[in-house]
């Protein structure tokens, strides 16, 4: 659908070049949104059993694994709570263009075209944003000895 709506009016000997850049970029951006979302949150299929009959009950399965050895202690818990302050806080101190473009990008799962449209500008320019905001938070919270 992108290859028609943005590059009907080309050549056809440009189509097969164009259709594979479009499909490229389109994985990647399905792939960057698939691992930010596993990231950030937990799929509810995460808590099933393998051997599950359908009868799952999540406040069950929570339940059984507050009792467990493997949860995470309280100052696990702080820890985590601290570093996540500290990425939202380096968050706030991009430039408002890097901020906006990251934030929808990654944040809301918008694909590279929707945010171009929300923001007003081309699809590089949001690469660009999104690039350079990567760039420094990751030397930001490496400045603070954060290293994800």
């Given amino acids: 659908m992108k290859l028609a709506h943005h590059y009907g009016d080309k050549p056809a000997a440009e189509l097969p070049m164009l259709f594979q850049r479009i499909l490229s970029n389109t994985t990647l951006d399905w ?13 509810m299929s995460d808590f099933e059993s393998a051997g599950d009959d359908g009868d799952f009950d999540l406040l069950e399965t929570l339940e059984s694994s507050t009792n467990s ?4 202690s309280a100052q696990d818990a702080t820890e985590r709570a601290q570093i996540l302050r500290e990425i939202e ?15 929808m990008r990654y944040w809301e799962e918008m694909d590279v075209a929707e945010t171009a449209a929300a923001m007003g ?11 350079r905001a990567v760039h420094a938070l990751s ?4 400045a603070r ?3 994800l």
Avoid: Y
């Fill in 69 to 72: 050895e493997g949860t995470e």
């Fill in 139 to 142: 030397k930001a919270l490496a």
């Fill in 31 to 43: 792939f960057r949104r698939r691992k930010t979302r596993n990231a950030l949150f937990s799929n």
């Fill in 145 to 147: 000895g954060i290293k």
């Fill in 89 to 103: 806080l380096e968050i706030k101190e991009l430039p408002g263009r890097q901020r906006e473009a990251f934030l």
């Fill in 121 to 131: 500008c081309s699809e590089g320019s949001v690469k660009t944003h999104c690039s």
